[in-house]
């Protein structure tokens, strides 16, 4: 399953952005989670994507997502250990395990690859900037069973 924030934004005209919708997203992104969770198996993974906007996670997700049928994958900018505890707390009440894959991605890769998209895809330049500053790595010490880190050096995904 790939749950993603932005999923829950688009419409038939395209992503539509509010701080409303923004946080009903973001809420129907957790009780997906937590949906998810009901069904997890001895086998599922929650896998959390961190990193920058076009570091590459939905490219990833996307890959992976069709890999294996047992994964979670929680795709979103999740930079901050604090805006992980959640999705963490969630997995470790049903006993579910937890990986984080850092995207070590350049900032000028991500820069160059979300100006390449959609118009109403697109984050603002420094929105992007504050992302990839802002990122405290992940680890085990904070819940993660494993902490895979990708690095993408191209500028397409």
Not at 40 to 47: E, I, L, P, Q
Not at 101 to 128: G, K
């Amino acid at each position: 399953m790939h749950i993603n924030p932005d999923h829950f934004l688009q419409t038939e005209t395209g992503r539509v952005i509010t701080p409303e919708l923004n946080r009903l997203a973001w809420e129907k992104s957790y009780a997906a989670l937590e949906e998810a969770l009901l069904r997890a198996t001895t086998s599922t993974k929650v896998f959390v994507l961190v990193g920058a906007q076009g570091a590459g996670k939905s490219t990833w997700a996307k890959a992976r997502g069709t890999a294996t049928s047992d994964a979670i994958l929680f795709d979103a900018i999740l930079v901050k250990r604090a805006e992980r505890e959640r999705i963490l707390g969630a997995a470790k009440a049903r006993s579910v395990g937890v990986v984080a894959v850092w995207f070590r991605t350049p900032l000028e890769v991500c820069l160059a690859r979300n100006a390449s998209r959609p118009a109403d895809e697109v984050v603002p330049e420094q929105a992007v900037r504050n992302v990839f500053a802002a990122v405290e790595p992940p680890s085990t010490v904070e819940g993660f069973e494993q902490v895979l880190e990708v690095f993408c050096n191209e500028t397409h995904a």
